[in-house]
């Protein structure tokens, strides 16, 4: 299957701070990415679908101007963790959309593990 | 009530045993039916999807929709230690797009 690559894999930062996540989908483009939250022993719960060249679409209760997405190529999403807080400490996973297969499938990235002190 | 329900586990098997996993979901618009494994601190990983009703059959697994009791099952066969991880069944409704997961359940399979 297609890849989709995350970086940094695991940060670790401090209150207050803010911290860029980049989706990069390596082998196909993707007009279409989505970023996913997971905290501990509990499923995905999609925070904002992005798409490339336009704004993001955030889901209730996500806050735009505190997770800013960034979809400036078809390859490559970025969210950024504005203002930090140790409540945002969470598994942070992107996938990526292929419009080429049978029913556009989505492939996840390893995810980055966010830390705030 | 969430829209995909699923038991959470932790389900402890012995190797070589069937396994079933399943899933309940509220939404008819639903359409495309996936299950995922994850690992530990990993991304989920696509192991089967399912258009509408039916069955399907991939090696070891087999995955099942019932749309009229909005059912979603997944049977593991001769399971092994290295099935040992977290299930998660997702749904997606042809006009959005996104995907609903459950909640995930545990699998240990134990040698």
């Known amino acids: 299957g297609a890849v989709v690559s995350q970086h940094p894999s695991r940060v670790i930062c401090k209150s207050g701070t803010s911290v860029k996540i980049e989706c990069r989908s390596l082998?196909?483009?993707?007009?279409?990415m989505f970023w996913y939250r997971q905290f501990p022993k509990q499923s995905l719960m999609l925070m904002a679908t992005?798409?490339?060249?336009?704004?993001?679409?955030?889901e209730q209760g996500v806050e735009k101007d505190k997770f800013l997405i960034n979809h400036a190529s078809l390859t490559l999403s970025t969210l950024t963790v504005t203002s930090a807080h140790p409540e945002d400490s969470s598994f942070y996973i992107c996938?990526?959309?292929?419009?080429?297969?049978?029913?556009?499938?989505?492939?996840f990235g390893p995810g980055t593990r966010l830390t705030v002190l | 009530q969430k829209e995909v329900e699923q038991d959470p586990g932790p389900l402890s098997v012995p190797e070589g045993a069937i396994v079933s996993l399943n899933c309940t979901y509220s939404?008819?618009?639903?359409?495309?039916f996936m299950w995922y494994r994850q690992y530990s601190r990993k991304g989920p990983e696509l192991l089967m999807y399912t258009y509408s009703s039916g069955n399907k059959e991939d090696g070891r697994f087999t995955a099942q929709v019932d749309k009229s009791s909005k059912y979603i099952s997944l049977f593991i066969r001769d399971s092994q230690p290295s099935d040992s991880a977290t299930y998660l069944c997702?749904?997606?409704?042809?006009?959005?797009?996104?995907?609903?997961f459950g909640s995930g359940t545990r699998l240990q399979v134990q040698p």
């Open positions: 997702a749904t997606m409704d042809t006009g959005r797009r996104a995907l609903t």
């Open positions: 939404n008819s618009a639903f359409q495309y």
């Open positions: 996938s990526a959309r292929d419009f080429s297969g049978a029913y556009n499938e989505q492939f």
């Open positions: 992005s798409n490339e060249g336009s704004k993001a679409t955030y």
């Open positions: 082998d196909f483009q993707a007009t279409t």
